[in-house]
């Protein structure tokens, strides 16, 4: 599954993914991994991501096309 959301948030806020993996404190190719697929995004990094792009993780997970939270 690709998670194309949080590439598309990142990229309406003009980051890259180097500098969304440092507030992640992760590496590049970490968080690369989560926008291609390749890995699963594990939980602790999906709040980090709800909370830095003030979105649901049902949102970022495609889940849902309503971005507020509840």
Same mark, same amino acid.
């Given at each position: 599954m690709k998670y194309t959301r949080?590439? +598309?948030?990142r990229e309406d806020?003009?980051?890259t993914q180097t500098q969304l993996a440092k507030?992640? #404190?992760?590496?590049?190719t970490g968080y690369s991994k989560y926008e291609t697929?390749? #890995?699963d995004i594990p939980t602790p990094i999906l709040i980090?991501?709800?909370n830095?792009?003030?979105t649901s993780i049902d949102?970022?997970?495609g889940q849902t +096309? #309503?971005?507020?939270r509840l």
């Amino acid at each position: 599954m690709k998670y194309t959301r949080i590439r +598309d948030l990142r990229e309406d806020r003009d980051l890259t993914q180097t500098q969304l993996a440092k507030k992640l #404190n992760m590496s590049q190719t970490g968080y690369s991994k989560y926008e291609t697929g390749e #890995n699963d995004i594990p939980t602790p990094i999906l709040i980090k991501l709800a909370n830095l792009y003030g979105t649901s993780i049902d949102y970022l997970l495609g889940q849902t +096309d #309503n971005p507020k939270r509840l």
